[in-house]
């Protein structure tokens, strides 16, 4: 059939962001289609069943909605189906993130979380897929993966890979993450599934959806043999390198991307005093994203409290930016219970984010909220109460879309100390940078409201909270450090990534190429972010990550990201 007149569908059961499929789809040049009911199902010649979150939330609507008895004789008629993340999660049998809840048993075999011992968990970011046949397989079209190429993971669970039994007839490829091998990808008969996120992985991804779309991937059941043993798996995880956007409006109601200097977005008097203008949101995403970033973060600094929420503007913003932009696009900035200025229509904070994800976002970052958050739950535990009680923002947006989809935004700054004493109840470190008075120790103070607020609440205090909650990554910025160009604040991220098993990512203050190299060497942090010198181009992104490879740090090169 010629691939103009097959009908793609998109298997959809409201669990996040599927807009950035649906516009990888358009960009390859196809259109795809919603199953709506089950009898779309019959319609279909190739469905894509994309999924993000818990394991028990995807099988319970897939069974509310009489998808999954269809979903099954589907995959029997031998029609191509194309699993992402949870999509191919589901196939087993079943999986320890929701031991009561069954999996569609398409495969054998169950899902596990990592070990937290060695690694942060969730494993996120980029890393190789390794095709583990150790001959060509028998067919006439092939999943397009590359060896060298990297894809980008972001789950808590997943296939431990034997390369024995059962998973010789299926399992594709294989992907280490530190001391674990796990199946990324399986590929049995007319079912390809991938544990990773092509239509977040750049070129590379793009170019294995096509490859699925243009092509009949059917598995002849004679291939299978011999397969790479776990321990010939290689570790390929790289380091991120994040782009972010503090985006306002302006004093005229423009959308613009600004930066402050130790969080102060306007001129100086003597230049105006205006808003710092530097560029449009979508712009310069796209310019990013052509650059090599691997992940872009919308940090929105406006309230837009006089809006509906369906009118905010960062929701166009996401929508317009993920049309061009297939790397992973968190949102920060307003992740919270609100109402609308007619006071009638109420939006909890999970309702919030699942409006952003549904516009492009597959993270929100949550941060006063997040203080708060973790000042009850301690208050909780003080008082004897169960600490996790549902009710924050945290719990509820993890529920839903999975811890991965949340992140923390921590804006402390140092509160200098003679002595631990004189911080009883924080948790204090001796420093090498004396304050002011000679101060041999100092607290990280949490803040909100843009920093406007100190809470008395310290960082260590804030992460392991959040981490308990539900968060599944720390954005760690730092206010002393914010515009001075003169390098992370090293301590603070030595001390956070050791209070927490979640991946951080380093922010505030990097000036040069070697500041990046230095966060990753000294700290071993997952990610690092920089803002107004990727706006002004002060360092291009392309040299940072140079000199990271040159440093002998692994980064996704620019070929991948172009």
């Known amino acids: 059939m010629p691939v103009s007149d097959q009908k793609l569908y998109l298997l959809d059961y409201g669990a996040g962001n599927v807009r950035s499929l649906l516009n990888a789809v358009e960009k390859l040049g196809h259109r795809i289609e919603y199953i709506k009911t089950v009898e779309d199902f019959a319609k279909a010649d190739k469905i894509i069943f994309p999924g993000v979150g818990a394991f028990g939330y995807a099988m319970r609507a897939l069974n509310n909605s009489g998808f999954a008895e269809p979903l099954k004789a589907y995959i029997a008629s031998g029609r191509p189906l194309m699993g992402i993340c949870v999509g191919m999660q589901v196939l087993f049998e079943g999986s320890d993130e929701s031991p009561a809840e069954p999996g569609l048993g398409i495969f054998e075999g169950r899902v596990e979380l990592f070990d937290k011992k060695l690694k942060s968990v969730p494993h996120m970011g980029w890393n190789a897929a390794q095709v583990v046949h150790q001959e060509n397989v028998l067919a006439t079209a092939v999943p397009e993966i590359g060896e060298d190429s990297r894809y980008y993971f972001v789950h808590s669970y997943a296939v431990p890979y034997t390369g024995t039994g059962a998973q010789r007839g299926i399992v594709h490829s294989a992907t280490r993450y530190v001391d674990q091998a796990v199946v990324s990808s399986v590929w049995s008969r007319n079912v390809f599934a991938t544990q990773f996120h092509p239509e977040k992985s750049g070129p590379a991804g793009l170019a294995l959806l096509r490859s699925f779309i243009e092509h009949d991937l059917v598995r002849p059941q004679s291939s299978a043999g011999e397969l790479r043993m776990p321990g010939d798996i290689e570790s390929a995880l790289t380091v991120r390198v994040i782009a972010c956007l503090d985006v306002r409006a302006n004093d005229q109601g423009d959308l613009v991307v600004t930066k402050g200097d130790q969080y102060d977005v306007r001129e100086s008097a003597d230049k105006g005093g205006d808003v710092r203008n530097l560029g449009k949101p979508v712009d310069l995403a796209k310019r990013y994203y052509d650059e090599g970033a691997d992940e872009i973060a919308f940090l929105n600094i406006t309230s837009f409290r006089n809006l509906p929420f369906r009118d905010t503007p960062m929701l166009e913003v996401l929508r317009q930016a993920s049309r061009s932009i297939f790397v992973p696009l968190t949102i920060g900035g307003g992740v919270r219970d609100s109402v609308d200025p007619d006071g009638e229509h109420v939006w909890p904070a999970v309702q919030v984010a699942g409006e952003y994800f549904r516009s492009g976002a597959d ?200």
């Open 363 to 562: 993270k929100v970052s949550i941060g006063s909220d997040a203080v708060y958050a973790a000042e009850g739950y301690w208050q909780r535990k003080a008082e004897g109460l169960e600490p996790l009680d549902g009710s924050t923002a945290i719990e509820q947006i993890a529920e839903r879309y999975g811890r991965q989809a949340v992140v923390i935004s921590v804006d402390p700054h140092r509160v200098y100390v003679n002595s631990p004493e004189d911080a009883s109840g924080h948790h204090v470190i001796r420093t090498a940078f004396p304050g002011p008075n000679g101060e041999q120790y100092c607290w990280y103070q949490c803040t909100v409201k843009g920093g406007r607020e100190g809470r008395d609440t310290d960082v260590r205090q804030l992460v392991t909270a959040c981490e308990a909650l539900g968060a599944g990554e720390i954005l760690l910025n730092c206010m002393d450090k914010d515009g001075t160009n003169s390098g992370y604040d090293i301590e603070l991220i030595s001390d956070t990534k050791a209070a927490v098993s979640i991946p951080v990512i380093a922010s505030s203050g990097a000036g040069r190429p070697e500041h990046f190299s230095e966060a990753v060497e000294k700290t071993a942090v997952e990610a690092v972010l920089a803002a107004g010198i990727f706006h002004r181009r002060e360092v291009p992104i392309v040299a940072v990550k140079k000199h990271m490879q040159e440093q002998g740090i692994s980064i996704r090169s620019a070929e991948d990201g172009v």
